[in-house]
């Protein structure tokens, strides 16, 4: 039976410490809650990897990916520089333990910081496993033993954590993006299974890195994305010489006597099996949410597909028990999406706020060695929306003005506005692939979500030189059949 009310342990209790958790946490306590945050991280299966409070994103997801696709472009940067006159050494090479150690190093001040900042916040951080005995009580497993906690309000938060195949030698020989940021030797010749864009940003900076990763594409690159888009990233991968082994499933994981891995898969539409030797295998094939040691069904909370459906408020099925981040069923799962969702359920529990999280028109950028980045629909999802003869893309390739001395490829450089056809021409979406793209799609997301019009676009004065301009010159669309190629930079 639940506790009476008031008399509980907390007004809250957040179980996870990443970005979600601890900033729902936080901005908890700034509104007069009582808090405290449960937090545990179990070992990886393979290599035993674990981290600090921050979760995915602080310890192994965006923080060091960003530092190793900076690491990646810095090598190609310095390559190119011989071309603007300056004297490189050709002998210049990444040290992958040094880059490893510097990567960690800045992780572990951040984690410095996130627990002193919640110790100044008076944050209760609860270094334990949490699971459910009802609805207003948690057991929390600790390294000095269990203890119950009890609270009024609980907020789920736990994210998902990278899925193994089910497959011989999967689990043994395999990694994944949990692992690959402290691996403490070379990746070498790497094979990375699964084409999200986990999978494309691991191969893009490893292979930048001057490794060799070959990506296994089981259906289709980038699901969810625009796939016009999704393939020229592909390409622009494939040029840089990364192979795609396409329709392609692994069978099987063999350690052989010398260290390598011998990899059995079978292409799904031929059905011809092939093998192959790697130094590594990287699974990036989805993420799975972390409910199950949180025993639910004792607090009768749904769920659904190993995630939590919420509303529009973010409460699951029982009164006193909210999620956000990761873990809610079929919500963008991104960092800043997150930290904002959270938020703004704790300024609505505590603050007497209304404000309500807005999931749509969310802007992400893929990390590929050449970025992608977009925000709104997809030319898929407005076409399903509003029907073919009512879209209207209007597109380009454009050519990097840095890119010319050293005379980088600019074949996949190209972007698109997806727009209504008609009346203000409202804009729908934007898709844009070539450098510093996250940058780029940062102000126009704020633009699209404020009703973006193409008349506006087009009549806004770009700043020139840069590749951001280039929205502002649209004019040719797919409908017309024009050559979407600029002819020149400057007129």
């Known amino acids: 039976m639940a506790p009476v009310q008031g008399t509980y342990d907390y007004d809250l209790i957040v179980i996870g410490g990443g970005s979600a958790g601890l900033a729902c946490a936080k901005e908890a306590v700034l509104n007069g809650a009582r808090v405290a945050c449960l937090d545990y991280v179990k070992p990886t299966p393979t290599l035993g990897t674990k981290w600090g409070v921050g979760g995915t994103c602080v310890n192994v997801g965006c923080i060091p990916k960003k530092l190793m696709h900076q690491a990646s472009l810095l090598g190609e940067a310095v390559h190119e520089a011989a071309a603007y006159g300056w004297n ?13 150690q510097s990567v960690q190093n800045h992780i572990k001040s951040v984690n410095w910081v996130t627990r002193v900042d919640l110790r100044d916040k008076k944050v209760e951080y609860i270094n334990g496993l949490g699971s459910f005995v009802d609805s207003h009580t948690m057991l929390a497993k600790l390294k000095s033993g269990e203890r119950t906690i009890t609270a009024q309000t609980f907020v789920i938060a736990v994210g998902g954590r990278p899925r193994y195949p089910d497959i011989p030698g999967a689990v043994e020989h395999g990694i994944t993006s949990d692992d690959l940021f402290s691996l403490d030797r070379e990746p070498g010749k790497t094979l990375v299974v699964g084409a999200g864009y986990i999978g494309l940003e691991c191969a893009g900076f490893l292979k930048g890195l001057g490794y060799e990763p070959t990506v296994m594409v089981r259906s289709i690159v980038l699901r969810g994305f625009d796939q016009q888009m999704a393939e020229l990233v592909a390409s622009s991968m494939e040029e840089r010489g990364i192979p795609f082994l396409r329709k392609s499933v692994p069978l099987s994981v063999e350690k052989q006597d010398d260290g390598k891995l011998l990899v059995k898969y079978q292409n799904t539409e031929t059905g011809e099996e092939a093998e192959e030797l790697f130094d590594t295998v990287l699974w990036a094939i989805g993420r799975k949410g972390l409910v199950d040691d949180l025993n639910l069904p004792n607090a009768g909370v749904s769920v659904q597909k190993d995630k939590i459906p919420v509303d529009s408020q973010e409460a699951t099925n029982v009164a006193n028990i909210y999620a956000v981040g990761d873990i809610i069923y079929g919500k963008p799962e991104l960092t800043p999406v997150a930290v904002l969702a959270g938020r703004l359920l704790a300024r609505r529990l505590y603050g ?11 802007a992400t950028t893929v990390f590929t060695p050449l970025e992608y980045a977009c925000v709104g629909l997809s030319e898929e999802d407005a076409v399903k929306q509003y029907g073919a003869d009512e879209v209207e893309v209007f597109h380009g390739y454009y050519k990097p003005t840095e890119f010319f001395i050293p005379q980088k490829s600019v074949r996949y450089c190209y972007l698109k506005a997806v727009a209504e056809r008609h009346g203000d021409q409202r804009v729908y979406g934007l898709h844009y692939l070539g450098p510093v793209a996250g940058e780029v799609i940062q102000g126009f997301a704020a633009a699209l979500k404020s009703g973006l019009t193409i008349n506006t676009l087009i009549n806004t004065v770009g700043i020139h030189p840069t590749t951001a301009e280039e929205f502002t010159r649209l004019s040719i669309t797919k409908r017309s059949g024009l050559d979407p190629t600029p002819a020149s930079c400057c007129s």
């Open 88 to 100: 490189v050494d050709d002998k210049i090479k990444p040290d992958w333990n040094k880059l490893v």
């Open 352 to 362: 007497g706020a209304t404000q309500r999280m807005d999931y749509n028109d969310v």
